[in-house]
DNA sequence: GTGGTCTAGACCACA
DNA sequence: GTGGTCTAGACCACA
């Protein structure tokens, strides 16, 4: 199991959040593929040692998304990505995001630029769905 | 004092992050300039029809940024922004937002070109310091 | 408060599953109106004799959805109603609840008359958005 | 031994549901008949290549339910399908699925109009028993 | 041994 | 007084 999550307790990040985030970057930087096994909630947590319960609540939103799949008794799978939510929805979402991230990066005194330039850095690492309408044949 | 904030109590984004948020964009806008005074804790509150202790709650978290300044008796202004972030511990405060703005786009079905699009647009709304320091000679 | 919820614990139905059906039903029936506020995690939870991480569970799967929404510090509130899912994700959740319900009915020995029945019944009560299209500008 | 029957192992559905929601079926559209003998509990776990604890689970349910009869050393048999609800438990455990079906379809975004062509076309699917007491004179 | 649900109770963020 | 997060630990469903 080639997935390694980094738990900063010290964050303001809860740390659900941040196994969440994480796994999702797994998968959008292939580090997970489809059908892949994620360690076990309470294999994560020992790992981690961090409660189960925390585990699983990562977990279970993540299942919630459809990235991953929990089969009681085997274990929690990576999922082929659907698509879940609309055009609308998916904007709704993202935009406080965005605007957390451009408003930390100015509280930090960090220039336009140099912001773009680690967004497109990350992004560079990433190898998610690239061509627009990819998913076309999901409505 | 041409300071308007907008409260929307319907928002997720808690209403103190909302007042934090739009007096940083202000300054970044330089719809605030240094020195310009901000409304008293009590005037502000009022007027948005907030509990005082939330606005107090913003403007104590925009002075421990250095963005404003409270003055006993005398009310609250806006003073020189000051560097309170190294280069390096800014990019690591800034890591997980993008892993978890990338994350969350990749759920919601957006390629990387619309992520980089909803990025790029949200970004020229901002008119914050273009060249590193331009703040400095501000003063 | 007119929101009156009956959990039955015996059943096999989880308790947290029972308050989210309930409400959502409350919601279809219009006994519960956009901008009506909830009760309270900790008033649920003293008034079902259940554990508040329950009714929190209950409230927080209810938000995801985007049926409630709950700020911190004042409460719980039912919202407009967004189109959130996509056709594709909404048929697919929908499948192993039909399943379900007409499986059930068989092994019981309704007939398909009984169940249209009941069915219908049902149906009559709820006054949810009826034209086809209302959500059109969504998307 | 006319019975086929398909497990997905991605799905959500527990394996051993699947099993029971197809026998039901095989009975109700006749593919079964009062008499025929099912698998045995291991010919039919390695058939599916499940665990034959799963097979046993699923077996049990279904001679509960009065649909199957396991006679020791002779094999497992449909029989005679006797009714064990009355009117009024088959009602009250009807309702919760409906309640969870109709809010569910709600807050997919489905019309009732809608709700109800997926219901009649899931029903038009199904060919069991009609008329009351049908399968009383199966035998 | 898997994951899912629930309780009891602590502690924090927000208003 | 709101809701949100986390822990510790019990018990159940499933394989």
Redesign the interface.
Same mark, same amino acid.
């Given at each position: 199991m080639n997935l390694s999550i980094a738990i900063n307790t010290g964050?303001a990040?809860p740390i659900y959040? *941040?196994i969440?985030? *994480?796994v999702?970057?797994a998968?959008?930087t292939r580090k997970l593929a489809v059908g892949d096994q994620l360690p076990s909630v309470r294999a994560l947590a020992e790992e981690l040692v961090v409660n189960p319960n925390t585990v699983a609540r990562a977990y279970t939103d993540l299942a919630?998304?459809?990235?991953i799949?929990s089969?009681?008794g085997?274990g929690v799978?990576v999922?082929r990505?659907?698509?879940?939510?609309?055009?609308?929805?998916?904007?709704?979402?993202?935009e406080?995001?965005?605007?957390?991230?451009?408003?930390?990066?100015?509280?930090?005194?960090?220039?336009?630029?140099?912001?773009?330039d680690?967004?497109?850095k990350?992004?560079s690492q990433?190898q998610?769905?690239?061509?627009?309408g990819?998913?076309a044949n999901?409505?």
């Open positions: 964050s990040t959040k *941040q969440t985030d *994480q999702r970057l998968v959008a919630r998304e459809g990235l799949e089969r009681a085997r799978f999922t990505k659907r698509k879940m939510f609309t055009r609308e929805e998916g904007r709704r979402r993202l406080p995001l965005l605007e957390g991230l451009i408003g930390e990066a100015m509280v930090m005194d960090f220039t336009q630029e140099e912001l773009r680690a967004f497109e990350k992004l990433c998610w769905n690239f061509k627009k990819a998913d999901h409505e």
